[in-house]
């Protein structure tokens, strides 16, 4: 088995989103350990799509599915540089960091 084959194989491709079946994190993200660390589930899901992925890109779902890993929900955004971001104070339990989406991958 491929680490991409035992990969997909911890993920339930049988709904509309693929959701990672594995170890999750506390953030409630999916981890897997992945070219010797620790990675998120999503981010590898990611990288499999054949798409590249740059240190301090940040890997989100755009259907809100922390554990969802299917390529077409994934987009990358940047971490904003702090100020002009700053709203009302929230909590940082649910909410990962802040981000800047970019535009979606042309088809
Ligand atoms: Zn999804």
Redesign the pocket.
């Known amino acids: 088995m491929t680490p991409e084959e035992r990969f997909w194989s911890h993920v339930d491709k049988r709904g ?3 959701r990672w079946t594995g170890a999750t994190m506390n953030t409630g993200y999916g981890t897997v350990r992945w070219n010797g660390r620790m990675e998120g589930a999503h981010r590898v899901a990611y990288m499999l799509s054949g798409r590249e992925l740059l240190r301090g890109d940040i890997v989100r ?3 809100k ?1 922390k554990k ?1 890993c ?1 390529p ?2 994934l987009y990358v955004g940047r971490k904003l540089s702090g100020s002009g971001s700053v709203g009302r104070a929230r909590s940082c339990q649910d909410r990962g960091p802040e981000f800047e989406p970019l535009l979606p991958d042309p088809a």
């Open positions: 509309e989103h693929w779902q755009r259907c599915i969802c299917r077409e929900c």
